[in-house]
Each structure stands twice: as C-alpha cells, then as structure tokens.
C-alpha cells in the first residue's frame, strides 16, 4: 500500500526538526543543545523507515507520478508541486535517510562540546529535507529549488566554524563554483519554458520531468520528438553544466577538496555520499533525454572518465587525509558519470549506492582519527592501528570496497561499470567506450595506490606526534599555526557512539554490493533475485537497459590492476624501505609539484581567471566606468548646478538699490517692447 | 489744466523719486524719495479718476471716486510704510552708525 501522505512525511519530518531546532530550541541556549540532536536522529530515523518501506511496497519497479498541487500556472507551462516515484527516487531516499541518519548519530559524538550544536543539527535537517525533496521532485523548477538549497546548506556546513577564514573562504568558493554549473540547468530549464506552446500541442507540459523524458523520444520510438537534434545537445550540455558543477567534475572540481573545511560528518554525508551525487543524479533522472543525444552523452563519458584518472592522480600528493578522500570521491563520482555516458544508467546507480555507504565511513574514519590525532595531516599520523583497532578495521573495509576488492561492495558496482564500458553496447561509439574502459582501469590502479597511502600513512609504521608536533613545528618554522588542528589529542578509540554508526556503515560497505547479485548465486543470496537491484534501477526506464551477465575476465583484471595498485603502494612506502618523514613520491620532482599544486588549477582559476581577468581587466573596466563614466555624470551635474548658482549669486550683492535698479531697467525694457510692437 | 499736464507733472515726480531711491546713498533720502514715487503715482490716479473715469462708467457713482479713494489709501499705506522704514533705519543705524545705505549689505550671497 502506498499512501502519499506517508512520502510526504519522508520530506516534511527534516523540515519540522529544522524549524522545531531553529525557532525553538536554539533561542532557549546550549543547555538544550542535544535535544537538537535527538530531534533530528528522530526525524531521520522515521524517514529511513518509511524510506526502506517504499522502496520494498515499489519493489517491482512501478513509477508513481503525483502533481496535486499548482505552485504558478503560466500559460501552457505550469508549475506544480508533487512527488516522481520511481526506482531512482526510491533507492536514493534510502541512501539520503540511512547515510544521514548513521552521521547525525556519529555527530552526537564528533560535535559533542561545539558551542554551535544546535545550529550544526538545524543546519543538518535543513539539509537532509533539502536533499529529499530533490529526488522527490516531479517538476523542473520544484527540482531547481532544492537544488539551491542543497547547494545553500552545503554553504552553510561548509563555512559551519565561519570564524576560521579558510571555512568561510571554501564555503565561498564552493558556492560561486557550483553557482557557475547552475547557470547551465537554468538555461536548460529556461529553454524548457518557452517550448511550452510546442508541449502544450502534444498535451504535455513543458516543466514535468516525465513529460519531458517523452518530449525527447522520437516519435517513431512513441515519443513526441520534440526536442530533438541542435536543441537537444544543448539542453542535455546544459543540465550536464550543473550537474557538474555539483558533482565537482573537471573543470569544476575544485571547490569539492576545499569544503573539506567543513565538520568531518558534514564532509561525510554531503561532499562524499550525497549532494555531490546530485549532480549523477541529476543525468540519471534525464537519463532518457541524454540517451537520444550521441553527442552529448559522448561528452559525459569522456568527462567523467578523465575526471575519475585526472582527480585520482590528484589524490597521490594530498597530505591532508580528507582531501584524498575529496579527490577520491570526484575520481568515484567520474566513475559514475562516465558509466552514465557509455549507457550504463543501471551501474552507474549501483555504484552510487555502494559508494555512499564506503566513501561515507571512509570520512567518518577520517573524523575519527581526527579525534585522536587532532590533525587531518597524514605526515602527522602514522601507528594508529594500535590506539584505534576499530577504526583502522572499518577503514580498512571501507579502503578495499573503495579499491574494488572482491567481494566488497564497490567491487561489484566497478565491476559492472568496466563490463558495460568494455561491452560497448550504449549509444556512444565502440571506440569511445573502450576509451571509457581503458581510462577507468587506470583509474582504478591510481585508486588502489592512493588508498594504500593513506591507509598506510594513517594507520602504520610509528606515530609521527599528530597535532602537537605539528603545531610546534609550525611554530619552529615561523608559520601561523594550520587552521583545525589542536593540542588536544588522545590516543585511543572513539566513543561508541561514534565507532557504531561506523559499523553499520562498514557492514552496508561489505554488503550494499550484494543487493545487485551480478552472480545470480541462489544458495547466498536466496532472497535477492539475480541482478536485482541493477534490474530495479533499469525498470525505471521504458527501454530497460539490462544487465550484462557476470563477466570473470573482467573481475580478474580490474581486480588484478587493483592489487597491482595496492603492491606498487606497498613498495613504495612499507616495504623495504618503510616510510619515515620524507614523501618517497616527490622524488618523482616537477610531476610531484604539479601533482601537489593540484595541477595549478586553483592557481589558473584564482590567479588568472579571478585576478587577472576579473580583477583586472574586468572589474578595472567597470571600475573605470564607474569612476569616469557614472561618477563623472554625478560631478558633472554638481559642478554645473555650483557654478550656474556661483553665476546668478553674482548678482545678490547685497546693495538694496541694486534689485529695484534691475527691476526697473526689466520694466522700462517691457515698456519700451510695448511701445515698439504691442 | 489737462489731463496730459497732470500726467507729465505726475511722470516727472515718478522719475525723481525713482532717481533718488536708486541713486542717492543715504537711508533716509531713499525713504522720502520713495514717498515721491507714491505721489507721483497718487497724482496719476487722481489725475485719471478726475477726468477719465466718470466718461467711462457713468451709470454707476460709486466707481467715479475709485482713483480718489485709492489714493487715500496709499497714503495711509506710505504712512504705515514709512514708520516701518524708519524703525529699519534706526535698527541699522543703531548696528553700522551709519545711515548710508551701502554700508548695510550683509545680506548677499
């Protein structure tokens, strides 16, 4: 039984706990500050449940599709507020639910003794309603609302401590960039509006997401054909911008390692598991449109496959544990986008759902280190395994499900991404999609090799003196001290409420994978049918796009690159020459800088593209335009009206007789014209 | 005596005044010329009540002593004027200690 009202709880709960927090329990003071938490765990934990209930009452892959309510009617396009349930919405509602809710209950934790909490958990709420109202969204510009406000409260976590100046400039940063990728869905949403008359001609309208998905099918497929060719390239291009733009891929990644500035658990939920899967999202939910259109899904493929090696490389030089793992997860989400590029809509979901759950406790890992550490520098790490044995076992976990080992979770869903590109049966060409292939596979031993570092660095070898040391150091070297990291440090595990929100998610990172059943092996799995959650995600289309069998050629490879990747790590920093203090990479010289200058990107967008270009000659022209052009009209009149007045003040000289000596000459004058014409 | 003497005879005093309520720089001197203006003007209305107005409404007697009765009362108005002057002429002197008119131009731009 599906009652609406109950998906509306799903969304409306977030939404409550946020103004309950915000009105109410922030004003009455810190003393209730972990009644926030409570409402917002609760709130969550509601959701997942009925989250997990509508996704087993859909589970044959039915597509619900609510617009009860009129938001604006505007001629043939109207814009209405209802509720898409397909097997996209289903499964990311419990993603959003399940991740959320594992972070809020590890934030009781990790934010324990922040003078903000109540603010961190309103905040929080505000952002999981956000989210689920995105994947709930029927209509375009319903969609675009959330949209934003994911992208607000990702501003507002990132720059969560906005006292430190890095925070608040990441938080900046991150929106400015993602704001540029928005433009592109606006205009697409903008180019939508005015074909409204030619979908109003078919019965459709223009703003409903399904109506749009059949707007795009030839007609000789049943569709209307009415976006088609040129217009279609471009509006695919431009949704493609913004989800770009949100999921961090090059050009527009860098925001996403920067709002590592934000509180771990916020990193965890919205830079790993989901907002930054809202741009995939997003081309998964027109994934209909982009399928009609060859070249633009040329596009997302190539972008995605070069951003998964481009970003991996990234991550081999990063010092700072959380921006490995940011730049790993741009590599992930380019895995992603190059699965939905090559027509692998199914594989490209699963790993989404599989990569929440890992990439979602590598952070919490991460937080958790940082607890005993107090430092997020790996160089300062180093022997944790000892202290944390919990922490560094679901690390571990979530590491190798990451890499792709069998049979972790990630495995399976990389797995069927590789097999789909190698297959070659979407709508780019062959050539392309082995491009696809052969770039994630260097992707994955890049991915294998960073993750051994990190863990390696973290968790191995002798402990390096974490916050303190560094600190001191600084000191020693006669830098300010590095913003987030402390004195306070205490080598040992974490509180439960921490390391248990981590077990679950270890436990979905082991297990998530298994959902989908590539194998198809009864005796295990005798509950899930063969390739099921695959099949379910592609049920969602008209033309499901099925599942290719399990192919073992290609599990060996991806798996054999992967270890490849972990032994190359293995030889370079443990054995035989076990890493001390000195990077062994950047023997590798200029490609180490470039590597660890993040290829100068941050440098050609801030120093040339912002200073120079905006900077100077833009806002140097707009400056100068002000000054001489705006300014000038201003002075201009002043000056005009000072000394016209300076002229006519001439005559108030203050002799009396003067005035009725100008009066009387005025009268003799009218006197004298009388005489002459009147 | 005609109309057109008494107009050039009123002009002529007008014109007096006037020179010496421009010209003269002494406060007082300007006030008596202007008290010339006014009868220059008063001679005017009478002048013209007396020889143009009973030609011009007939029937109605009561408009046949406008100028006359006009005339009356500029020369209350002047009188009141004049007082008022003469108050301003002491407050002047009283501040310059001095009745020249030039003097008192503290009021320009």
Not at chain 1, 104 to 130: C, K, P, T, V
Not at chain 1, 139 to 147: D, G, H, I, K, S
Not at chain 1, 261 to 277: D, F, K, Q
Request: glycine share 10%; with cysteine; net charge negative.
């Amino acid at each position: 039984m599906l009652t609406e009202s109950l998906v509306w709880a799903i969304f409306l709960l977030p939404v409550a706990s946020f103004l309950l927090i915000g009105l109410v329990i922030r004003p009455l003071g810190p003393a209730f500050a972990k009644t926030a938490g409570y409402v917002t765990i609760a709130a969550l934990g509601i959701g997942f449940i009925l989250s997990v209930w509508l996704l087993r009452s859909s589970a044959h892959g039915e597509v619900y599709d609510f617009a009860p309510y009129l938001w604006l009617g505007l001629g043939p396009a109207t814009i209405e507020v209802g509720l898409l349930l397909d097997p996209l919405t289903n499964v990311m509602l419990v993603v959003v639910t399940g991740v959320s809710l594992m972070v809020q209950i590890y934030s009781m934790g990790y934010m324990d003794g922040d003078e903000s909490f109540a603010r961190y958990y309103a905040y929080m709420s505000l952002f999981s309603a956000s989210m689920i109202g995105l994947v709930l969204a029927v209509n375009v510009v319903q969609m675009y609302v959330f949209w934003e406000l994911v992208g607000l409260s990702s501003y507002l976590l990132i720059g969560f401590w906005h006292d430190r100046p890095a925070a608040a400039a990441a938080a900046k940063k991150a929106f400015i960039i993602t704001r540029i990728g928005d433009v592109g869905f606006l205009l697409a949403i903008i180019y939508l509006f005015f074909q409204a008359d030619d979908f109003a001609a078919h019965g459709l309208n223009a703003l409903h997401i399904p109506h749009i998905w059949e707007a795009a099918a030839p007609v000789a497929a049943g569709g209307a054909g009415i976006v088609a060719g040129g217009a279609l390239v471009w509006l695919c291009l431009g949704l493609f911008a913004g989800a770009a733009g949100k999921s961090g891929q090059f050009p527009l990644h860098t925001w996403l390692p920067d709002a590592m500035e934000g509180p771990t658990p916020v990193s965890a939920l919205i830079h790993a598991a989901t907002m930054v899967a809202a741009g995939v999202f997003l081309v998964g939910r027109f994934f209909p449109v982009f399928a009609e259109s060859e070249a633009a899904m040329m596009v997302v493929a190539l972008i995605g496959a070069f951003t998964a090696v481009f970003a991996a490389t990234l991550g081999l030089a990063a010092n700072d544990i959380k921006r490995v793992m940011a730049y790993s997860t741009v590599s992930q989400l380019g895995y992603m986008m190059a699965a939905l590029g090559v027509g692998a809509y199914n594989a490209a979901l699963f790993h989404l759902f599989t990569h929440a759950f890992f990439k979602a406790l590598l952070f919490l890992g991460a937080g958790s280190v940082n607890h005993a550490a107090g430092t997020f520098n790996m160089m300062y790490m180093g022997g944790l395994r000892k202290a944390m044995p919990g922490t560094y076992w679901l690390t571990v976990i979530g590491a190798l499900s990451l890499v792709g080992i069998f049979p972790l979770a990630g495995f399976w869903s990389k797995d069927e991404i590789l097999l789909e590109s190698w297959l070659a049966g979407g709508p780019v060409p062959a050539s392309i999609s082995l491009l696809v292939f052969a770039m994630l596979l260097v992707g994955v031993l890049l991915t294998a090799f960073y993750t051994y570092r990190m863990v390696h660095l973290t968790f191995h070898g002798e402990f390096r003196g974490g916050g303190e040391r560094e600190l001191h150091d600084a000191q020693e070297a006669g830098q300010p001290a590095p913003t987030g990291v402390s004195h306070h440090m205490h080598l040992g595990e974490s509180p439960l409420v921490m390391v248990i929100p981590m077990g679950v998610l270890g436990f979905s990172a082991i297990v998530a994978g298994w959902l989908a059943n590539p194998i198809g092996v009864s005796s295990i799995f005798g509950l899930i049918p063969s390739h099921w959650l695959t099949e379910y995600f592609a049920s969602g289309l008209h033309d499901g796009h099925h599942a290719p069998p399990f192919s073992i050629p290609i599990a060996v490879v991806s798996n054999a690159v992967a270890i490849a990747g972990i032994g190359l790590a293995v030889l370079t920093y443990a054995w035989p020459r076990p890493f001390t203090t000195s990077e062994p990479l950047s023997r590798g010289g200029p490609l180490h800088t470039l590597l660890a200058q993040r290829y100068y990107m941050d440098d050609l967008y801030e120093g040339v593209i912002v200073g120079r270009v905006f900077y100077r000659t833009v806002a140097a022209i707009a400056d100068w335009f002000d000054r001489n052009i705006v300014d000038g009209i201003v002075g201009l009149l002043g000056w005009l009206s000072r000394n016209i007045g300076g002229l006519i003040a001439l005559a108030q000289n203050g002799q009396v007789q003067t005035y009725p000596l100008i009066a009387a000459a005025g009268g003799l004058v009218i006197i004298i014209l009388y005489l002459a014409f009147g | 005596m005609t109309l057109e003497t008494l107009l050039i005879v009123a002009a002529i005093i007008f014109c007096i005044g006037l020179y010496g309520a421009l010209a003269r720089r002494n406060f007082i001197a300007v006030l008596m010329s202007i008290e010339l203006m006014f009868n220059g003007v008063n001679l005017t209305l009478v002048a013209l009540g007396r020889y143009v107005a009973p030609y011009a409404v007939q029937e109605q007697l009561s408009a046949v002593f406008t100028g006359q009765v006009f005339a009356v009362f500029i020369i209350t108005v002047a009188a009141a004027e004049i007082a008022l002057g003469l108050g301003i002429v002491f407050a002047v002197f009283r501040s310059n200690e001095s009745v020249d008119l030039t003097d008192a131009a503290a009021l320009r731009h």
